[in-house]
């Protein structure tokens, strides 16, 4: 995995809150907040105190920060739930647990900022659903997916069968948490689960110069992708486009986006080009 020498600027102090979490470690580089999953030895398995820590910082974002990318230390991004943990819990306490990744994820999918998310070695299980959480998801060589809750007696409990479906398609995903069946990264970005793949290190270099560009989008924009769009997918048509309608006025009604068209008149805003 790349090192943050790869990214520019300087890291900036973080608030308490977010300096305490043990199991992220946390930089913020300008507009960008970089959160890596740091329990390597256990291959970022996640936890009780793991999805409690996700939560807290996302729920906490520093005001500065604009975008977020999201990634794992060692050699894989996540091995998914933590197993050590099941066998103890009884059925209420299983639901429970289950609501607790909800409430993480969620706050991932649905908090202040989009969130890029690197993706290296074993996504799989809970780890596919937290990138599923994400809003970008960038693929080194080495990274594959699979969901093995099946061979384990499971089912997905952190937000996957809500999630997954709506990249991949039920049918992939019914294949994947039958038989076990692993697609690479290569695979996995003709079905839909990364929006790029990298070579080897890079993952990094390419979420942060991902990140730059969101975060210099207008706010209420990077809002509206975050928060109407999903959830004018799940709507009727007609309701959808009412409030497509709304957003839209919403959006372009700011001074943030009347300042960006008259630059853009004014010659002083960059024209779309091929990357
Ligand atoms: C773990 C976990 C884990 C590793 N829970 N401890 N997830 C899975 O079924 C995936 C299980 N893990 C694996 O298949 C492999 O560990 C990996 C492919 C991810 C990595 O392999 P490798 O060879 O690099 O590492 P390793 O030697 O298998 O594991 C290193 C240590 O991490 C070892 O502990 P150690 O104390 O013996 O050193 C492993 O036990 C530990 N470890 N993965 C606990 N998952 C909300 S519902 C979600 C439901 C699910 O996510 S089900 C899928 C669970």
Sequence with gaps: ??????????????PASLAALELLHIEAIGPVLHVRLARPAKRNAINDALVAQIHTAFANLPDETRAV?????????CAGLDLSEISERSVAEGIVHSRSWHAAFDQVQLGRVPV????????????LELAGACHVRVAEASAYYALPEGQRGLFVGGGGSARI????GVAR????MLTGRVYDAKEGLAIGVSQYVVENGKGIEKAFWLAERIAANAPLSNFAVMHALPRIADMSQS??????????????????????????LAGKAGKVKKQ
């Design 239 to 264: 309701d959808g486009l009412f409030v497509e309608s709304l957003m839209a006025a919403i959006a372009s009604g700011d001074e943030a986006a009347k300042s960006r068209v008259r630059d853009f």
């Design 173 to 176: 995903m019914t294949d994947m």
């Design 165 to 168: 479906p709506r990249l991949v």
């Design 116 to 127: 890029v998310a690197v993706l290296h070695g074993a996504v799989v299980g809970g780890g």
């Design 69 to 77: 990318v999201l990634s794992g230390e060692g050699e894989h991004f």
């Design 1 to 14: 995995m790349t090192s943050p020498a790869t990214k520019s600027g300087t890291a900036l102090p973080l």
